[in-house]
Nanobody, 125 residues
Framework: VQLQASGGGLVQAGGSLRLSCAASGRTFSSYVMGWFRQAPGKEREFVAA????????YYTDSVKGRFTISRDSDKNTVYLQMNSLKPEDTAVYYC???????????????????WGQGTQVTVSS
């Protein structure tokens, strides 16, 4: 499995970015695809996830109403649309895939099997 993340950049507070994660090497119908982020000096934290088959989504509270995760099965790509960005959203964002997802572990980065390389998001105030 390969995950290729892209779309990061520098944006002013209140702006928007869309991250993409192109997935290959497997059929992902049973997977959960997630986005995590890690700011300097902080632990990696869960941002959002989507069940590939049902499109059920999960978000951390701090991004609800601002971020939207989605997937395009034709392109095997997962997106994270980020609106109303805040300086505290600044981090390296990683996409990840969980091949054996259960509800209790969807938000745990340690449960994900595959990871993309990360893309930097910087929000200036």
């Amino acid at each position: 499995v390969q995950l290729q993340a892209s779309g990061g950049g520098l944006v002013q507070a209140g702006g928007s970015l869309r991250l993409s994660c192109a997935a290959s090497g497997r059929t992902f119908s049973s997977y959960v695809m997630g986005w995590f982020r890690q700011a300097p000096g902080k632990e990696r934290e869960f941002v959002a996830a989507i069940r590939w088959s049902s499109r059920i989504t999960y978000y951390t509270d701090s991004v609800k109403g601002r971020f939207t995760i989605s997937r395009d099965s034709d392109k095997n790509t997962v997106y994270l649309q980020m609106n109303s960005l805040k300086p505290e959203d600044t981090a390296v964002y990683y996409c990840a895939a969980d091949s054996s997802p259960i509800l209790s572990t969807i938000r745990r980065w340690s449960h994900y099997d595959y990871w993309g390389q990360g893309t930097q998001v910087t929000v200036s105030s």
